[in-house]
């Protein structure tokens, strides 16, 4: 997480705190000021009232500038110059026209005042350095204009105090700023800081309640497919049943039938075998991406499993006037995989390209024998599906809208499938794309 203060930002905040010091000194002044007549009143009586009354005009003037400052926000540095000035003025007045016994305690009293705006003041040091010499400005006038005495005798009665004070004052602004900037810029960082993360977790929350959501939904549409599987397994279970039980009739009445009729019945109880073989298992693991779905291995000839299903699915392919080209080889070749699901590997493979496959086509399949490896490959030349989708289809349960009205619609569950059973088979499954047609291909190990 990273925080930025812009400049804005840091003035405004700056300018709060400036205020709040300036109040400060004002409303002190104000406070305090008038009390000073007391030195008047001891050391000064035939003027002390005249002094009084200054005092409280520069006051009323202060006032209402502060009053007009805050108002119009105008800037406090100039406010303060005004300030400072006043109040210079007559400090500076009374300090050439008092009395050399007195001239100690006045120059202190002026002292006292300048050393207090300096270390309530929120400015630039240079600012403190101006009015400094201002005050030495004001006294050098009006000692020169209000005064007999010698220099030295100014100086030694209280003036080297004034200007010691006032000189080592001027170094408070200048620490006292950066202190305050500091502490001002840390100040807005954290509050930045923490609304950023007060966000944050506010996006986490929403974000998480999002995910409860979903994940409850996904836990109801999770349930409701389990139990869509289990009514829907049992329902086939029972019809493939009825289909058993059928096609066993027919076989006993089997001197009646013809050798192609024969053969249709001994292929439809190999698919019945196989259909129960396939609803036992989904109906133990209720999921059909399940990683728990146990294989029954067994060693067989995957050649000849391989010319079954495209014996099985020629006449499929006859109705889109689809030529299968069966390059199987005849020699034997044995693995140790589960029989159904190897099987069931081609079937949706091949049906798949079927199904995918424009009409007037060619479709070759072929098995070969590579470094102790079954490959089983379909080489399609026809129309590409396209890269994408064979991957959406490959990787995902989902189902796949075609825009064009060429293809049917496309269905990836069975490719999704087949993917899967071949690796938890330990085979690998590799498809292709592009301007030459499709391609598939499926690899298992050969037993030695």
């Not at 067994?298 to 006037?321: R, W």
């Not at 199987?328 to 044995?334: E, G």
Request: hydrophobic residues 45%.
């Amino acid at each position: 997480m990273f925080v930025q203060l812009d400049n804005e930002e840091l003035f405004k905040e700056t300018s709060k705190k400036a205020w709040y010091f300036t109040n400060n000194i004002i409303w002190t002044l104000i406070a305090i000021f008038p009390f000073y007549s007391i030195l008047d009143f001891i050391y000064l009586n035939t003027v002390w009232v005249q002094f009084f009354i200054a005092r409280i005009i520069i006051l009323m003037i202060i006032y209402m500038l502060y009053t007009l400052f805050q108002r119009n926000k105008f800037n406090y540095r100039i406010l303060l110059h005004i300030t400072f000035f006043l109040v210079s003025i007559l400090s500076s007045i009374l300090c050439t026209i008092v009395n050399i016994q007195e001239l100690n305690i006045y120059f202190l009293s002026f002292a006292a005042i300048v050393l207090f705006f300096n270390v309530q003041v929120f400015w630039e040091p240079l600012n403190s350095v101006i009015q400094t010499l201002i005050s030495f400005v004001l006294l050098a006038i009006f000692f020169k204009n209000l005064n007999d005495y010698a220099l030295d005798i100014f100086v030694n009665n209280g003036l080297q105090f004034f200007v010691i004070i006032s000189i080592i004052s001027c170094l408070v602004p200048n620490a006292r700023y950066k202190v305050i900037e500091r502490d001002t810029k840390s100040q807005l960082l954290i509050e930045k800081s923490n609304e950023q993360l007060k966000k944050q977790y506010r996006d986490i929350t929403q974000k998480n309640s999002i995910i409860d959501e979903q994940y409850e939904r996904l836990r109801r549409i999770d349930e409701s497919k389990n139990s869509f599987i289990n009514i829907a397994g049992h329902d086939l279970k029972n019809l493939t049943g009825s289909i058993v039980m059928s096609n066993n009739m027919i076989k006993e009445e089997d001197y009646r039938l013809s050798a192609d009729q024969r053969e249709f019945v001994e292929y439809i109880a190999q698919s019945a075998e196989k259909m129960q073989y396939l609803l036992s298992k989904l109906m133990d693991v209720k999921e059909i991406d399940s990683p728990e779905i146990k294989y029954d291995l067994e060693i067989f000839d995957i050649n000849t499993e391989v010319h079954q299903v495209v014996k099985g699915l020629i006449e499929t392919a006859q109705m889109k006037n689809i030529q299968l080209i069966d390059n199987v080889l005849k020699l034997p070749l044995n693995v140790r995989l589960d029989k159904v699901f190897a099987g069931q590997v081609f079937q949706n493979l091949l049906s798949n390209a079927i199904k995918f496959s424009q009409t007037n086509n060619v479709i070759k399949i072929v098995t070969t024998l590579q470094h102790q490896k079954f490959a089983f490959e379909i080489i399609d030349n026809g129309i590409p599906i396209g890269q994408d989708e064979l991957d959406i289809m490959f990787n995902k349960l989902k189902t796949l809208n075609d825009a064009s009205n060429t293809f049917e619609s496309r269905l990836g569950l069975g490719l999704s499938i087949a993917k899967l059973m071949t690796q938890d088979m330990g085979g690998s499954l590799q498809y292709r794309s592009d301007d030459n047609g499709n391609y598939f291909r499926v690899e298992f190990n050969v037993l030695s």
